[in-house]
């Protein structure tokens, strides 16, 4: 009745945004961001293990927001960062759907920096490197820094523009993540430590929030899949031999190549004053699908192909320099460049079937390389380069899209 008729207190307004039904599904599904958690692991002495549970986002999650910061050091001496050093501090990450899909895993390197560098799924340009990320503070070395440190990192989903992304408002079935974390030793090595630092872990949830009309991202069901592989054999240094990548089964966005000798440290590949000179990368690698060599160039101008699709690498003009008697010759000692590729390790693209350039987000899947179980990719060097602690172990991750029925092409989004 009327007369018993009550109130709900705090009625949220009419949402006034709302486009007419039609169309793409992010016209109607906006960008939203949420907390998952916030986690104090605790002192950098001692091992960790992150699995907080996830909560419940209303809409379609396409990657998680991380942020690791070590604060509350002191010390009397200055000490050392390693090289992985600080995304080493996740020794295993192991990123899961809610029905046990492995989406990213590998160890804190590899899954915490290099996916998001090369992938084109956390940024593009200069913005495309966690290290770059005004939330970055590298490890304070200095005499009394403590070894504090902060970085900044995102483990993506979404691969093309809506495309990729998995559901987060059913609570009881919810992604899972889980991040085994390293001692001081992972971070940095010499020092003396008056007080370790504490370590807190931020994960927010980057999502498309549920639309009010029907409309469905494309693919549901779809996943690009990060999985850290060794290849087989070890190269022993100067070997001329092909190594076989591990068997794949999906539509690949690309490949990172991390190259490490037998103490795991990633091979250097430049030498002072000389680009490529010494590199435990082939001069000239091959590179062979199904024993069809697609690639046979020198290392160098695979570099530079990188540095021409993510301008990682592309040295900005003022680092030409006369550094050793030819017009425009480059100094590697002295360049400067606007992100820097990580030593040991470089990437293949697929991702620019629009452009010669990796856009990000902005990708049609035209020219993603259909693999199935049976496919085998190798890499060749005649011969590999030369290292002191041989052999050498090829690692990749590849990202591999597993669609939900067919690949979707073109923009389905637009």
């Known amino acids: 009745m ?27 599904a906006i960008d939203g961001r949420r907390a998952m958690y916030v986690n104090v692991v605790g002192s950098l002495a001692n091992a960790g293990f992150i699995a907080n549970p996830m909560v419940s986002s209303p809409g379609w999650n396409k990657g998680y927001r991380i942020q690791f910061s070590a604060t509350g050091g002191t010390s009397t001496a200055a000490g050392t960062a390693t090289a992985d050093a600080p995304y080493s501090y996740g020794t295993l990450v192991q990123m899961k759907d809610a029905f046990g899909t492995q989406l ?11 996916v998001p560098l090369y992938s084109g799924q956390f940024g593009t340009d200069i913005m495309q490197s966690p290290q770059n990320s005004p ?21 993506p989903f979404e691969f093309a523009k809506a495309y990729g992304v ?38 927010d949830a980057d999502f498309y929030w549920l639309p009010n009309v029907a409309a469905d991202p494309p693919g549901i069901g779809t996943t ?11 190269i022993p240094s100067a070997g001329s031999q092909f190594v076989q990548l591990p068997r794949l089964g999906g539509y690949i966005t690309g490949i990172i190549f991390d190259l490490r000798d037998s103490t795991n440290a990633r091979v250097a590949d430049t030498t002072t004053g000389a680009l490529l000179n010494g590199v435990g990368w082939p001069i000239r690698p091959r590179f062979l699908v199904d024993g069809v060599p697609l690639i ?27 550094a050793s008697g030819g017009a425009g010759a480059l100094a590697a000692t002295t360049g400067t460049a606007g992100v820097t590729r990580p030593t040991g390790t470089f990437w ?29 990719i190798e890499l060749g060097g005649f011969p590999w ?23 979707i092409r073109g923009l389905p989004e637009a």
């Open 2 to 28: 009327a007369a018993t008729a009550g109130t709900v207190a705090g009625r949220p307004q009419p949402q006034t945004t709302a486009e007419p039904a039609g169309g793409p599904f992010v016209r109607h």
């Open 104 to 114: 990213l895993t590998g160890p804190g390197f590899d899954i915490l920096f290099l």
């Open 135 to 155: 939330q970055f503070a590298p490890i304070n070395t200095a005499a009394t820094g403590g070894m504090n440190w902060q970085f900044s990192t995102y483990l």
């Open 166 to 203: 998995i559901s987060g408002a059913n609570a009881a079935l919810l992604p899972v993540l889980q991040i085994n974390t390293g001692t001081t030793s992972a971070i940095f090595t010499g020092g003396t430590i008056t007080a370790q630092a504490s370590v807190t872990a931020t994960v």
């Open 224 to 234: 690009c899949q990060w999985i850290f592989q060794p290849c087989n054999p070890t």
């Open 296 to 322: 046979d160039t020198l290392m160098a101008t695979w570099l530079e192909d990188l540095a021409i699709s993510t301008q990682i690498g592309a040295f900005a003009a003022s680092a030409q320099v006369n």
């Open 348 to 376: 293949w693209s697929r991702k620019t079937g629009l452009s010669q350039r990796n856009l990000g987000l902005l990708d049609t899947g035209e020219i993603f390389l259909s693999t199935n179980p049976g496919t085998q």
């Open 385 to 407: 380069g030369t290292t002191g602690n041989s052999p050498m172990t090829l690692n990749v991750i590849a990202g591999q899209v597993v669609p939900s029925g067919a690949l």
